[in-house]
């Protein structure tokens, strides 16, 4: 028996990974034939031998399967044998925590012979249902402009949520979760906001990327931290780039080593820019930053500058 896991939202995938180890454990109670494979550190034959050793206990074998779309010969050698894994006792749970590639071979054949479960990002409505029902878990209930709220300051990263969630609830203990509890407890999404300015500048919108920068420098926040924000969303973005000519959408997250949220959010706005151009912001972001530690120039007017000639 085979089931196939893979998506975007790395947190739903790997809470239902949990859900079928967990099922396993109630069911063999030993845990000796719980085995984990990653293809990046063994090949088909070790994953394959473990079929031909007899399991202790005459308990079935639950093998976990990652980076399966890594690797060209496991893949191949996967294909080769995939029907006769199909037909096991035994279960091996293929688990990708990103976008798989649906035009290659062997995610059809997945799709096909295995049972499949795919974890896209989730729709707003369905992100405050999700909210709500995590707030109800914890016997904790939070009113429409806290959600809100929450929603603006951590979007749809479900990682950072489940924590917001359970700081939170502890402090509110089964009472309701007000506005005033958000403002209080969770921190915006700098790196949000930051994108949020970087996605006015992409619209030569300055005035507006100017006030967004500002408003954190009013709040306290340290300028060469915001000048370390934009590099890095712009080093995000000309990694974006230059595999964006060569690779399909679902393989970026994988080539560039980035979380397959950063790609969603910056695969659009790359198209806003060119390579050339993306290099020489990145040059300039390293001109400025070299001129504030240098002392050449003011930190605040720095950043003014760097915005100005983007």
């Known amino acids: 028996m085979i089931y196939f896991l893979y998506g975007p939202d790395s947190y739903r995938s790997k809470q239902k990974l949990l859900e079928i180890i967990e099922g396993y454990k109630k069911v063999h109670k030993s845990g000796l034939n719980l085995i984990y494979i990653d293809t990046k550190e063994s090949d088909f034959k070790d994953f394959y031998s473990n079929f031909k050793i007899a399991p202790m ?122 506005k005033g509890d958000v403002e209080l407890l969770v921190k915006p999404n700098l790196e949000n906001d930051i994108f949020k300015t970087i996605d006015a500048l992409a619209s030569k919108n300055k005035k507006l990327a100017l006030s967004l920068l500002h408003k954190h420098l009013d709040n306290g926040d340290n300028t060469l931290y915001l000048l370390s924000m934009i590099a890095y969303q712009f080093r995000n973005l000309l990694s974006i780039k230059e595999l964006q000519a060569t690779q399909p959408y679902g393989m970026i997250a994988k080539k560039s080593g980035l979380h397959p949220f950063v790609v969603q959010k910056s695969f659009y706005l790359c198209n806003q820019f060119t390579i050339e151009q993306l290099k020489k912001i990145y040059q300039k972001i390293f001109q400025v930053d070299s001129d504030i530690k240098t002392g050449k120039i003011e930190a605040e007017t720095g950043l003014d500058l760097l915005v100005a000639e983007i």
């Open 57 to 178: 206990f005459t308990e079935k074998k639950l093998i976990i399967l990652r980076n399966i779309f890594e690797s060209k010969k496991f893949k191949e050698d996967f294909l080769e044998n995939i029907e006769g894994l199909e037909k096991l006792k035994d279960i091996v749970v293929v688990y990708e925590d990103c976008e798989a590639d649906q035009r290659i071979k062997l995610f059809k054949s997945l799709q096909k012979g295995a049972t499949c479960q795919e974890f896209d990002y989730l729709s707003p409505a369905a992100l405050k249902k999700w909210i709500s029902q995590e707030f109800e878990n914890r016997n904790t209930k939070i009113n429409l402009d806290a959600l809100d709220l929450l929603i603006n300051f951590v979007k749809n990263n479900l990682w950072q949520m489940a924590n917001e969630i359970n700081k939170l609830s502890n402090y509110r203990k089964g009472e309701i979760i007000r």
